[in-house]
């Protein structure tokens, strides 16, 4: 094998996808670690060089042993507790994936990695100051544990390589949707119900704001960015940056599909349900050199696998 990378949290969506362009080429070997509580071993490429391996990232028992056994070159670090409400249920195991982190960096440092990269969040933007948000005017002020430890992990990784050289790169992810997606999350979940013609719920207004991703967009900047040396020590925003409320999303959805799904609104969220997100990806645009695929594109094919899957 020429390249060995770990993928933490490779079970996931973004996770996943990122393995299976990986694997692409056979002369790389890609390892997944992954503790199943939010991603799946069904959607992780069933191919000969990748390997999964259950473990927990935030215990170094676990980890430390993988990283002894493979002579990793890359690290991606996108094992994290996801989702608006699970984050709120159980603050606790969101802070307990600063333990993770600091795993991470310390057996990368030790081990000869050249680079790591770290799938940090539009969470930490918090409510807008500005948009498009911008990586480097954009403060940095959501006080959700979430969004914190996201912004801690990001101060460790610029910490390891200011202190040790240790190589990174940052990707804030925004929304990224694909048919890997836990379905509850609010792409995949209006689609499911629409196609089924089921009530589309919607908490407060809908008149928040979000953009959507597709998946293989940001998972070829990311490979890009591998590549990419003035990638180096720098944060990115991966995204979209056609922002549109979510009832707009609903009612696109809707037409989409040909569905007599109704949309029906129930009482905003007492917390973590931001007004507005959208970024600024002049940097992502220029790492990727393409156009990304339009919203309705992605809903199409997204409908075509859900369809495969609903009628199965």
Known sequence: MNTIYLIT??????????????????NNLVVIVDNLSTGSI???????NVKFIKSN???????????????????????????????????????????????????????????????????????????????????????LPYAIVKNVGEAFFKTYYQEY???????????????????????????????????????????????????DDNVQTSVNAMKDESCIGTVINIGSDVEQTILSLAKEIIKITNSKSEIIHLPALEEGDMARRCPDITKMKSILGRDLLPLEEGIKILMRNYKIKVNA
Do not use: W
């Open 42 to 48: 069904h959607k992780i490429p069933k191919r000969k």
């Open 165 to 215: 050289g240790l190589e990174y790169t940052i990707f804030r992810f925004f929304n990224t949707y694909g048919p890997n997606q836990s379905e509850d999350f609010v792409l995949p979940k209006f689609l499911r119900l629409a196609l089924k013609n089921e009530p589309i719920t919607i908490f407060g207004d809908g008149l928040q704001t979000r953009s959507f991703c597709y998946v």
């Open 57 to 143: 990232i935030n215990n170094y028992n676990d980890i430390a042993p993988i990283f002894a056994r493979f002579n990793f070159d890359y690290v991606f670090h996108y094992a994290a507790l996801v989702g608006v409400k699970r984050t709120l249920k159980y603050p606790m195991l969101v802070l307990e994936d600063i333990e993770g982190i600091k795993n991470v960096l310390s057996l990368s440092k030790n081990t000869g990695v050249k680079r790591v990269f770290y799938s940090s969040s539009s969470e930490v933007y918090g409510e807008p100051f500005e948009i498009p948000q911008n990586e480097n005017t954009t403060p940095l002020n959501s006080r």
């Open 9 to 26: 949290g490779g079970a996931g969506n973004v996770g996943s996808s990122l393995a299976l362009n990986l694997s692409e080429d056979k």
